[in-house]
């Protein structure tokens, strides 16, 4: 069936409207298996889980030195400049081979301390941390292509790699969660990216001999400073906001129980699923659009298409997901989880909150504002962890998400007042 020739002639809604097909595919998908998962495994279980999850974009950060968004802005910008891309190609891999052997290292010889820090005493899932180690360079190297991909805006190609990929996922999890439940399940979750990395790069493989000029690659990196501005981000950003979750977790353990916290897990998992919508567009059409923009009439301009375009789509998903809150928990958890219903309110309006926040925090990464950016993450982390802390205290487990909608309140108040020149003003930017 062919599209509107509404949404043929403007790119965000093609892009939009492509993506909507497989996040209803990975939706569902989702579904499925976080209802076999929590039936299988328990709240208990889903915050295991959930704490491995929080360590994958941790080793994602540290393996590729962040340098993600960095290699989306520069192939966006220089797709049509083979020089300057082997360039930028060059600095990357040489990182990502010093970066992969640390990762490694660390990850299978201190396997027994990352067991002990992560996960309750008595447990025993040092091979899961070995798997991981083997992994990393899978797992850089995802990410390295997925950015070129990205910063190609090849949203067609993407959006095929990641529905194959997560239909694999989902299947490969569920039949090993049937076949060793929780170790199998961890262990799936460890291995997926060595898989992920064959199917990407068996659907990839012809455009990147297009963009990547093995005869004349070097080991150099001349991209090392323009790069280095998102490797500092994406530590703030990912480092250590993995690891405020993880350890807000444990607090929840520790001060309510271990069933709140998979709760919390599981709500975390729901937001995830329903903002992979804008996860996509920011980085496939928001990034490589703003990197492109030139004076601050364009950025407003820009800012509000996405705006009108996107945030009413998104009001009117979270006003029905909250009205049908019970039916949807049945549907993914099961009746054990009902009781989870509680968090619906102030995450649903966070994340609302948070989508808009984010369209123009891009701002940021699109032109490597770098201390604004670290600025508003570390404020954006400190809220959110002393919020969550306090508001646990008082109030319980509902503390947690009521924490996430004030940080994200404040954090849009904040982003609007360091743009004020790109939002408000009539000058170069």
Not at 10 to 17: P, R
Not at 23 to 45: D, Y
Request: aromatic share 18%.
């Amino acid at each position: 069936m062919k599209s509107p020739a509404f949404i043929k002639e403007n790119l965000l809604l093609k892009i939009t409207s492509l993506n909507s097909v497989a996040i209803g595919v990975r939706a569902l998908l989702g579904v499925v298996s976080q209802r076999i998962v929590a039936e299988k495994l328990g709240p208990a279980g889903v915050a295991f889980i959930g704490d491995l999850r929080n360590i994958i974009p941790m080793i994602q950060s540290f393996s590729t030195l962040g340098m993600f968004n960095g290699i989306v802005k520069y192939v966006a910008e220089y797709k049509e400049d083979k020089e300057e891309l082997l360039k930028l190609f060059s600095t990357t891999f040489v990182y990502l081979f010093f970066t992969s052997i640390i990762s490694f290292c660390v990850l299978f010889f201190g396997a027994s301390y990352w067991n002990e820090w992560l996960f309750p005493e008595g447990s025993d899932f040092t091979f899961v941390f070995k798997v991981l180690a083997i992994a990393v360079p899978f797992i850089a190297m995802n990410r390295i292509v997925n950015g070129i991909i990205n910063g190609l805006s090849a949203y067609k190609k993407f959006v095929k790699i990641e529905l194959v990929n997560y239909c694999f996922g989902v299947v490969f999890l569920i039949s090993l969660l049937y076949y060793k439940n929780l170790n199998g399940a961890l262990f799936a979750i460890a291995i997926l990216p060595i898989m992920q990395f064959f199917i990407l790069f068996y659907f990839f493989s012809k455009t990147l001999k297009e963009y990547l000029d093995y005869k004349n690659f070097t080991l150099t990196i001349p991209y090392k400073n323009k790069l280095f501005g998102f490797t500092l981000m994406s530590f703030v950003a990912t480092l250590l906001g993995n690891f405020i979750d993880i350890d807000l977790r444990g607090h929840l353990k520790n001060q309510i129980s271990e069933t709140d916290a998979g709760y919390w897990t599981s709500m975390t998992n729901l937001s995830r699923q329903y903002l992979m919508f804008s996860s996509a567009i920011l980085t496939l059409y928001v990034i490589p659009k703003f990197s492109k923009i030139k004076t601050s009439i364009e950025f407003r301009k820009e800012v509000f298409t996405i705006y009108k375009t996107l945030l009413p789509l998104f009001a009117i998903g979270m006003i029905l997901i909250f009205i049908l809150k019970e039916w949807v928990i049945e549907i993914t958890h099961g009746e054990d989880f009902l009781a989870m219903s509680f968090l619906f309110k102030w995450q649903l309006l966070g994340d609302f909150i948070k989508i808009a926040t984010l369209i123009m925090a891009h701002q940021f990464l699109a032109k490597k504002m770098v201390i604004q950016f670290i600025v508003t993450e570390l404020i954006s982390l400190v809220l959110f962890y002393g919020f969550s802390i306090y508001f646990i205290k008082s109030i319980g487990a509902e503390g947690i998400v009521l924490a996430h909608f004030l940080r994200y309140i404040i954090c849009f108040i904040l982003i609007v007042f360091l743009l004020r020149k790109h939002l408000f003003g009539n000058n170069k930017i």
